[in-house]
Each structure stands twice: as C-alpha cells, then as structure tokens.
C-alpha cells in the first residue's frame, strides 16, 4: 500500500508561479524515483519530472527551464516548482513513486488541480 499526501495546487494567473508538495508513505523499502505528472482535459497524462534516489532529473520538454523537481533527503518527499506558468500547463498534478524492488512498480496519488488563468 502506498499513501500520498499532495498539496499546493491552486489558481493563479498567467506568468505566476505555484509550488507543489507530496509527501509519500507505505510498506516498501526504498524508493527509486519520485515525481509528477499531469493530466490535462480531454488529453492523456503525462509525465512533468522525474528524480531518482540519485538525484538525476527527466522533465518533458514543456517543462524545461520553467519547472524544477526536488526531493528530500531523508524524508520520502518531492516538489515541484513551476514559474513562468502558462494556461496550457492547466492540469490535474499528480504525484509519483516507483519503489525500488524487481518489478519496480509505480504507484499515483490522487492529484491536485493547478488551474492557469486571467
């Protein structure tokens, strides 16, 4: 079982900047990667960033330069900062996890609703 606590979504106007938190919980040993994705009305979810145990990052390339994804050291948590927010970045966030076991399995939070608008 894998528990989430996301947090920061929100509406702001175009060229603003938001914060997301999660904060992840469960009975696994160790994670590998944490991160978001988002969905978008009437579009498929998609990966925003990713960052592992390791502290490598992949991020979309709608992301680049604008969205940084960070992790706690010693506590199972990711952030997201987003500036320069367009209203195409209007979106359901969801948090991610991928344990660090064989299968590897991956696990979304519910998500947060990041609204960009004037």
């Known amino acids: 079982q894998v528990q989430f606590v996301e947090s920061g979504g929100g509406l702001v106007q175009p060229g603003e900047s938001l914060s997301l938190s999660c904060e992840v919980s469960g009975t696994f040993a160790a994670i590998y990667a944490l991160g978001w994705y988002r969905q978008a009305p009437e579009k498929q979810r998609e990966l925003v960033a990713t960052?592992?145990?390791?502290?490598?990052?992949n991020y979309a390339a709608s992301a680049k330069g604008r969205f940084t994804v960070s992790r706690h050291s010693f506590k199972r948590m990711v952030n997201l900062q987003m500036n320069s927010l367009k209203s195409e970045d209007t979106a359901v966030y969801y948090c991610?996890?991928?344990?660090?076991?064989?299968?590897?399995?991956?696990?979304w939070g519910e998500g947060t609703l990041v609204t960009v608008s004037s």
């Open positions: 960052i592992t145990s390791g502290g490598s990052t």
């Open positions: 991610y996890v991928q344990v660090a076991s064989a299968r590897g399995m991956e696990y």
